[in-house]
């Protein structure tokens, strides 16, 4: 008989865990005693734990504290866990080794995976950062707060652009806020950060329930680091310059025409031209020219603090901020949003990491990140918080596969799965990690293969905070803590949305009866090169236009089947393929009548760069400043 079933006879007559503790064991010092031993601690703290959580731990009545205090644990079970949320960018699903990589080491990372519950079929509500993030935050498709686009531009490309989250959205940081949590973000936003000026911060996270913010309001790019080709709107940029040297030219072939009499010109004219090429010139170079001043610099709140960023340390810093705000907070509750610069291009890697993977640049940053993972973890082990924090680890969308520097690749592997960043409704840009522990609660090394959401995080910790969700608007995630302590089988997902933009692409059906997981791709982005696997001869796949196929029918797959969407199925090989396509075109109709108009907030007004609201630790356009002084030790 193991030492907790002994203890449990023992308690027979008070039935432990439901009555009277103080009588039942504080009064029974040869119990106290057994359960006191070094050997008994581990075992019975650990059960009783996961018995509180079968009896729906938020709302058991713990009659006495004194029985948490004899095993040295008072607040796991009977106050609001911390909560720690790690979010990686445009990481693959194929890129961890808990998923299946054996090239990358992700030893921190894949230890979440042992002690907790790993998700396999975990949806992005998107497959590019800014829209993703939006869900994730709100908890609902982004369509619904604005944060879809109907052009090309379908993420923020300015800190100086007035598109953002809009302040009527109600993220779970501001909900974990007024349940008394302490609320931080570490590390990207790309949610916006002006409306009308340059210090209004209406998007701003200090404006989205965050108590503090350290990091980079919008996201990395190669324009950051002055030894890359430049990646923010490169088609326009070399429209702009040829643009200007054509006006360039146009003006020296008109003064020589004049001077040599070959044209009749007035000069009046040629000065107009020359202040319209030069106005023409300053616009482009004071946006496109002066990137890694307008857009790669680090906020604390609402200052900046680096203009541009020194990226050789930014790692550092960030770890070094995470570390100190579950310092100050160590009594909690506290909320912890780690959302990772990495592994976003140009995966600057600090020299400690560089070449250390068998998968380049590339896999250099994973392990970087992995290492930072590692650090955090740690911590909490030292400050004795593991046992009272809610951690969860995923990615904003899949790996960016057009990412490449010649032959080398500098985006992230999806596995076996179809696409990547930005391609709408195939499998590789939208399924990422999932990844939650929290011991004793969650049972440990538990797989689920169930249709999960982003958007699941949202009503998931507001409800762990003892919070009440918003009755005023759809919230599309689902609270996920049945299934993660095994107490459902089932996800509450049955449909779920695939957009790229504001454009449907994609519908999945969780058939529940049967097990199978129904996909239908109403449009799909048309690859280039023909034949390959994702837009090559783009940065991106568009959403709309020539660049996209309408199928009519749709392609159907069933993922239970064919995870790889592979084998497109149709009425002669698929009995219930009518069946499948009408109760989908169902849904969607249901699903669009849940949607109300609203601001598009990537709209080409919102989204262009505007001098006047560029945050500036000077006074504009003299912005460049480095407030955090030299050291880029850690600890």
Same mark, same amino acid.
């Given at each position: ?12 007559? #008070? ?25 008994? &601690? ?18 058991? /009545? ?25 979010? +990686? ?8 080794? #808990? ?46 707060? %604005? ?15 007035? %598109? ?8 779970? *940081? ?40 350290? %990091? ?9 680091? &002055? ?22 030219? *146009? ?25 319209? %090429? ?17 857009? #790669? ?16 340390? !930014? ?30 291009? /140009?995966?600057? !890697? ?67 799965? &179809? ?86 692409? +994609?519908?999945?059906?969780?058939? &529940? ?18 034949? *390959?696997? *994702? ?30 969407? +592979? ?69």
């Amino acid at each position: 008989m193991s030492a907790f079933s002994q203890i449990l006879k023992e308690t027979d007559t #008070c039935q432990l865990l439901r009555y009277d503790y103080t009588s039942c064991v504080l009064n029974n010092p040869s119990l106290e005693a057994k359960i006191r031993k070094p050997e008994v &601690k581990r075992e019975v703290r650990t059960k009783l734990l996961q018995r509180v959580s079968m009896e729906r731990y938020l709302l058991m /009545p713990l009659t006495s504290c004194l029985f948490w205090n004899t095993f040295g644990f008072s607040a796991a079970v009977d106050s609001k866990p911390n909560i720690l949320l790690f979010l +990686a960018d445009d990481l693959g699903i194929g890129d961890i080794g #808990c998923y299946g990589n054996n090239s990358i080491r992700t030893p921190n990372i894949d230890r979440l995976a042992r002690e907790g519950v790993k998700l396999t079929q975990h949806i992005a509500a998107a497959s590019l950062c800014t829209p993703s993030r939006a869900a994730f935050l709100t908890g609902r498709y982004p369509i619904r707060s %604005g944060m879809a686009s109907s052009n090309r531009y379908r993420a923020l490309q300015w800190n100086a652009g007035s %598109g953002g989250l809009p302040a009527n959205e109600t993220t779970f *940081a501001r909900l974990l806020q007024q349940q008394g949590y302490t609320t931080g973000l570490i590390g990207k936003w790309h949610q916006g950060v002006n409306c009308e000026s340059f210090n209004d911060h209406c998007h701003h996270p200090l404006n989205h329930g965050f108590d503090y913010f350290y %990091g980079m309001p919008l996201t990395l790019r190669n324009n950051c680091q &002055k030894n890359k080709p430049p990646d923010l709107d490169a088609a326009l940029q070399a429209k702009l310059w040829l643009y200007s040297q054509i006006i360039t030219l *146009a003006v020296f072939t008109l003064t020589a025409g004049k001077l040599t009499g070959l044209i009749s010109i007035r000069w009046k004219t040629i000065a107009c031209v020359t202040l319209v %090429g030069s106005l023409f010139f300053i616009s482009w170079y004071s946006s496109y020219g002066f990137v890694q001043y307008w857009n #790669c610099i680090l906020m604390r709140n609402h200052d900046v603090t680096e203009q541009p960023m020194r990226l050789e340390r !930014t790692a550092f810093l960030m770890l070094k901020e995470a570390i100190s705000f579950i310092k100050r907070n160590r009594q909690g509750p506290f909320l912890l949003f780690v959302s990772f610069l990495h592994v976003h291009t /140009p995966l600057f !890697t600090t020299a400690k990491f560089l070449g250390k993977s068998c998968h380049g640049l590339y896999g250099d940053n994973v392990e970087e990140m992995d290492w930072m993972v590692g650090k955090i973890l740690d911590l909490l082990d030292e400050e004795g918080l593991k046992n009272h924090t809610f951690t969860y680890f995923a990615s904003d969308h899949g790996g960016h596969l057009e990412a490449q520097n010649g032959s080398a690749q500098l985006g992230g592997w999806n596995g076996i799965y &179809k696409g990547g960043k930005g391609m709408g409704g195939w499998e590789g840009g939208i399924r990422v990690p999932g990844i939650f522990r929290w011991p004793g609660v969650l049972p440990a090394g538990t797989v689920i293969d169930e249709p999960t959401s982003l958007m699941d995080i949202y009503p998931t910790v507001v409800h762990l905070a003892g919070g009440i969700l918003p009755h005023d608007r759809v919230i599309d995630g689902q609270n996920l803590l049945p299934l993660l302590q095994g107490r459902a089988q089932k996800s509450d997902h049955e449909f779920l949305f695939h957009y790229c933009g504001s454009y449907l692409h +994609a519908v999945r059906w969780h058939q &529940k009866d049967s097990g199978a997981i129904w996909k239908a791709h109403f449009v799909t982005p048309v690859f280039h090169p023909p034949g *390959a696997g *994702a837009c090559y001869g783009k940065k991106n796949c568009p959403c709309f236009g020539e660049g996209v196929t309408h199928h009519d029918p749709p392609l159907l797959f069933d993922l239970s089947r064919d995870p790889s969407e +592979a084998k497109p199925l149709s009425a002669d090989t698929e009995p219930l393929f009518d069946t499948v396509i009408r109760k989908i075109g169902r849904a969607i109709e249901e699903h669009r009548r849940t949607l109300t108009p609203v601001p598009e907030q990537l709209s080409v007004y919102n989204v262009v760069w505007k001098p006047w609201l560029q945050p500036c630790c000077g006074t504009f356009p003299f912005c460049w400043c480095d407030k955090e002084g030299d050291s880029t030790r850690i600890l």
